[in-house]
């Protein structure tokens, strides 16, 4: 089983900054895609940012600079760096991560969702 488990959401003025980080644990293979969705109240979950594990990263048009995604191998750990967030921005945080594991013999790929952090912009 592969958990994931993000962090780093919080109340934040608009303008502001936030770090959201993202772990996933358990037993697999490789990690080979890892990403930032949002889903705000009353509307379909969308896509932020994800990044592959060779470091290439792709982000959605209304990022427009203002997000940085990263991530760090060694412990599979994804960070989204937020930056002049606005109050469109509201939303709960969901990181995705794909990738591979054993079954026996016999690789399977997974894909996992975490849990979502609240991200508010509010003055």
């Known amino acids: 089983q592969v958990q994931v488990v993000e962090s780093g959401g919080a109340l934040v003025q608009p303008g502001g900054s936030l770090r959201l980080s993202c772990t996933a644990s358990?037993?697999?293979?490789?990690?080979?895609?890892m990403g930032w969705h949002r889903q705000a109240p009353g509307k379909e979950r969308e896509l932020v940012a994800t990044?592959?594990?060779?470091?290439?990263?792709k982000y959605a048009d209304f990022v427009n600079g203002r997000f940085t995604i990263s991530r760090d191998n060694t412990d599979s750990t994804v960070y989204l760096q937020m930056n002049g967030l606005k109050p469109e921005d509201t939303a709960v945080y969901y990181c995705?991560?794909?990738?591979?594991?054993?079954?026996?013999?016999?690789?399977?790929?997974?894909?996992?969702w975490g849990q979502g952090t609240q991200v508010t912009v509010s003055s």
């Open positions: 995705n991560v794909e990738g591979n594991r054993w079954v026996g013999d016999v690789v399977h790929d997974f894909n996992s």
């Open positions: 358990g037993t697999f293979r490789m990690v080979n895609v």
């Open positions: 990044i592959i594990s060779g470091g290439s990263t």
